[in-house]
């Protein structure tokens, strides 16, 4: 008989928390992580992608590594926590980087993509068309993280270069330099997909 689905409280020490959760069924562990989220794996979720600055949806990648640890409990194989942890968080944000791609390959309408609010919130931000932010995203997680955390800090959260280089994003000169590159990345290939460049022409300088 399997343990009960009195949900893990988040006063619980990690490995404990663990423990009970072995006790359930993969659905009734699912719950109780998507539910109170015993483990934290919400947050270490968000420092993954803030570390490599990708452009996923964090709702997304905090549902997907819980269900990545709840199929995972009885395979954990002695594994020390944080590191079991970490390896399953960079495997789900591998899968939601090969879906996403899939479904721009595809031309899966953003509307029916399972990350359709995040894309309407960076189309707010950026000022694109939402049917084209997909194809942004998929082109800046091809590029290194510096280039994706400079361009999040202007096009995104709309930071002047003084501020980036206050932030330790690289001098002056280099962050102009990779927002360009950056750029361009996007622009050849929304001009590949669509025949244009949308992208908002800005002066990130001042």
Known sequence: MRGSTQPTGP????EDALARL???TIHE???????????????????????????LDPRRA???LAARVAFELELRDGMELDAWIDRL???SLREL??????????????????DAGYYRLLA??????????????????????????????LAVDRKSVETCAREGLGTSVEIVARF????DAVALALVNRYGRDVFPKENHGN
Not at 11 to 14: F, G, I, K, V, Y
Not at 40 to 52: I, N, S, V
Not at 180 to 183: D, F, L, N, T, V
């Open 11 to 14: 006063a619980d020490r990690p």
């Open 22 to 24: 072995r006790g359930l």
């Open 29 to 55: 562990a699912l719950r109780v992580l998507l539910e109170s989220d015993p483990l934290g794996l919400a947050e270490r979720a968000q420092r993954k992608l803030d570390a490599e600055a990708l452009f």
């Open 62 to 64: 905090a549902s997907r």
């Open 89 to 91: 968080t960079a495997q």
């Open 97 to 114: 980087l090969e879906e996403q791609r899939a479904e721009e390959a595809l031309g899966v309408p953003s509307a029916r993509s399972s």
């Open 124 to 153: 707010e931000s950026t000022q694109m068309d939402v049917e084209l932010v997909r194809l942004v995203c998929v082109t800046l997680n091809e590029l290194r993280d510096g280039h994706r955390r400079v361009f999040r800090a």
């Open 180 to 183: 360009r590159e950056a750029g």
